[in-house]
């Protein structure tokens, strides 16, 4: 790779999923590598916070230059652009960390989709898109650049250390020469080597126009410093060198708070810039929120709700993505200004009132904090309702499409604000999706009192599961949950408008007072006349013993035999799943109900007259492993199963 490697220099392998991330991302073809200079610059103006933010406690870092800044170079003589910063620097560990090791859960997601998008064969018009969802920035320079030079002095220190790759199975460090050194006083600078297909990047307009797209709310100035003016042409047509003279640096953004902005400058498409600015996003953002909130505490809000879920939306940690700054200094992204419930929500808060020093320990505890996250809390919750009613009511179908699973942990985690919740929730029922507990309340049959929804794996399962054939026969409404949030937060005792809400998999239901939309007919409801409940439901319980806590006749079933549910009390039918795929379930016993008038009861209750006790057995087994398939469960013996429906089949067929 490096022409004269030192006797100092080291080589080391890339992780393997950054070697592969390489791989693809050199052998893809995009029609957006324009966002390799979004990633770039937005890495360079993290490593000018962070500086900032390390400034506060070491002053003496910026002594000797305090005004930070980005700066590109093109150099088309040499075929470089250089892309520097005298931000935070990295030193060697940092500098294997940092460009070696990719330590993002969502690297694997993106290679997949890269993966696909290669395999294609073909453009991938929203490449950018992807790689500002996954996180991977740094390395979309190998889209433009054959080979890179990293060249790094971490602040305080006085080495200066050099990164270099091609791209390939790994990269060198070695330290940097005085030359090398001299250029890089206090942070990063990078030199890009560009490939013969992306040399349109070394001109003036090109980065220009990229700086204007993406990066124009930067907070600090970025630099152009121009290629190289015309050469002074001689009488003979010779270019003169010497008479070439570098163009002035100029400012190539705005490098405004544009959250301290009032809104009447600001136009919708400077929030759709911004928004992808500080989010590192590429959709369009589905909510703007910008206010100032004054009085006890002053501070700046600029807040996004994406249109499209990012790749941690349910990463286990559960980390907030709302920047905090103090007086226009980065602090952090990690202040938990909005509960976890909204961590989708991308953004800046910029107070008036903080300590510069506070540290993350006093931003847990610091009353003022709590404070703002309470009234920021509110405020969002707030502009969701409000989208959900007027004449946007689209936009939050947006959002609420992209993060319901997500906004539904708060009904389970925040008590305070739990009728507001469930008052902003929507969901898909037996009518349609989108519907909201209002909806439903003002659409309740005669004599319906309670809320019903039912919780299972997909909606396919839901809408053919047999617990749902009363109610569907008098028109009854329910709500089909199908999030594994959903079992958790239906657990609790929940009601809205005083109407409690009761699950189809769980304790009695009792449709009696419900009219039926369609009267049965006379044959229909004399069918389990003839059927002796008690005799029936005693002989299946003589067979399953326990297997079942109860069996008993079913108000729930119209047209199936059998169905299985809990009890009153406990967990639900869908939360007990969970809880046992975790480990963590008591195993609790279902109980068994039937359809007295179906025929397969019927043959059952036929069978135990005649004594045929094998028929009553395979039959009331049969019912029961019936029910586990409908419940998607698989029968604890799925040979006997086999076998035993063998029996019964081969029973009904005549004589050959």
Request: aromatic share 6%.
């Amino acid at each position: 790779m490096s022409p004269d490697p030192t006797p100092e220099t080291q080589t080391h392998p890339f992780q393997a999923e950054v070697a592969q991330l390489l791989h693809l991302m050199v052998h893809s073809v995009y029609s957006e590598t324009d966002i390799f200079l979004r990633e770039l610059i937005s890495n360079a103006s993290d490593a000018c916070d962070r500086l900032r933010y390390e400034a506060i406690a070491q002053p003496e870092h910026l002594a000797t230059d305090s005004t930070l800044r980005i700066c590109i170079r093109p150099d088309k003589a040499a075929g470089t652009l250089t892309i520097s910063d005298n931000g935070i620097g990295m030193d060697r560990q940092e500098l294997v960390d940092n460009l070696g090791t990719v330590a993002r859960s969502g690297t694997r997601a993106f290679m997949s989709k890269l993966a696909e998008a290669a395999k294609d064969k073909s453009e991938v018009k929203d490449g950018g898109a992807l790689i500002g969802q996954f996180g991977v920035g740094f390395y979309s320079a190998f889209m433009v650049a054959d080979r890179i030079v990293v060249t790094s002095r971490r602040a305080g220190s006085r080495e200066a250390w050099v990164w270099r790759s091609e791209g390939g199975a790994g990269f060198e460090i070695a330290p940097a020469s005085a030359e090398e050194a001299g250029r890089v006083p206090r942070g990063t600078e990078i030199v890009l080597h560009l490939k013969e297909d992306a040399k349109r990047y070394l001109e003036d307009y090109e980065i220009e126009r990229i700086v204007r797209t993406y990066s124009d709310h930067i907070l600090f100035p970025i630099e152009l410093f121009g290629a190289a003016a015309e050469a002074a042409q001689g009488n003979d047509g010779d270019t003169k060198e010497a008479d070439a003279k570098p163009a002035e640096p100029r400012q190539i953004n705005k490098a405004s708070a544009i959250w301290q902005r009032p809104k009447s400058e600001l136009k919708p498409e400077d929030y759709t810039q911004a928004y992808h600015a500080i989010a590192a996003a590429f959709d369009e953002p589905a909510m703007t929120l910008h206010y100032r909130a004054e009085g006890r505490q002053s501070y700046a809000v600029l807040l996004f709700a994406p249109s499209r879920p990012p790749f941690d939306l349910f990463d286990p940690q559960r980390k907030g993505h709302v920047k905090l700054y103090v007086r226009r200094v980065y602090i952090t992204d990690d202040a938990g200004l909005l509960p976890s419930y909204l961590r989708f929500m991308r953004g800046v808060v910029d107070s008036e009132d903080l300590p510069l020093n506070i540290s993350r320990e006093m931003l847990q505890n610091n009353p003022q904090v709590a404070q703002m996250r309470k009234a920021l809390t509110g405020r969002v919750l707030t502009e969701l309702d409000n989208l959900a009613k007027d004449e946007k009511a689209e936009a939050f179908g947006k959002i609420w499409e992209a993060f319901g699973a997500v906004l539904k942990e708060g009904i389970y985690e925040d008590p305070e604000r739990r009728a507001q919740m469930l008052s902003l929730a929507r969901f898909t029922t037996t009518v349609g999706p989108l519907r909201s507990l209002k909806q439903y309340v003002a659409d309740l049959k005669p004599n319906q009192t309670e809320i019903y929804y039912l919780a299972g794996e997909s909606l396919e399962r839901l809408k053919a599961n047999p617990k749902l054939e009363a109610a569907r026969a008098r028109g009854i409404e329910v709500l089909l949950l199908t999030d594994p949030v959903d079992a958790f937060w239906s657990a609790l005792p929940l009601d809205f408008e005083s109407k409690p809400l009761k699950s189809l998999s769980q304790g009695e239901v009792d449709f009696g007072l419900v009219p039926l939309t369609e009267q049965p007919k006379a044959e229909e409801a004399s069918a389990s006349a003839a059927v002796d409940d008690a005799a029936v439901i005693a002989a299946v319980k003589g067979t399953l013993g326990e297997t079942v806590s109860d069996v008993r006749a079913s108000q729930r079933l119209t047209d199936s035999a059998a169905c299985l549910v809990a009890g009153g009390h406990g967990p639900d039918r869908e939360l007990e799943r969970l809880l046992s795929r975790a480990q963590r379930g008591a195993g609790t016993k279902p109980i068994l109900e039937l359809n007295m008038r179906h025929p397969l009861v019927r043959a059952l209750a036929g069978a135990k007259t005649a004594g045929r006790d094998d028929d009553v057995s395979d039959l009331a087994s049969l019912l029961f492993e019936q029910a586990q398939i409908l419940d998607g469960e698989v029968p604890g013996d799925p040979a006997a199963f086999a076998a035993r429906l063998n029996r019964l089949v081969v029973r009904g067929l005549p004589a050959g």
